[in-house]
């Protein structure tokens, strides 16, 4: 069994510090700044080419290399589609100010 690339390491780092840092500076306007520039590494590190070795005659090259990679996009991007509604709904849900304690019996 082969281990974990670090590309692999990379992203569930990135994406970790990111979901932390969003989940500290919850109501602070830079949690969607931080979510966009993870989603900008992570496509930007999904699209770069994996380098290889042309001397090597004994590589077998991965066919399903575009399938994966837009199915894995795809799936991204609904997550944070979801991730905005989630957002929006939490940003405009209508809040109510009560008291703690009843106040005078």
């Known amino acids: 069994m082969e281990s974990l690339g670090a590309g692999a390491i990379i992203l569930a780092v990135l994406w ?15 949690g969607l700044g931080i979510i966009s520039a993870a989603v900008v590494i992570t496509l930007i590190l999904w699209l770069l080419p994996r380098g290889h070795d042309p001397d090597d005659p004994y590589i077998i ?22 991730f905005i509604v989630v957002g929006m709904l939490e940003l405009f849900e209508q809040r109510r100010a009560m008291p703690l304690k009843p106040v005078g019996n």
């Open 61 to 82: 090259y991965d066919s399903a290399y575009l399938l994966r990679v837009a199915l894995i996009s795809i799936c991204g991007l609904f997550l944070l589609v979801g």
């Open 16 to 30: 970790i510090t990111c979901v932390v840092v969003s989940y500290i500076l919850d109501r602070a306007p830079i």
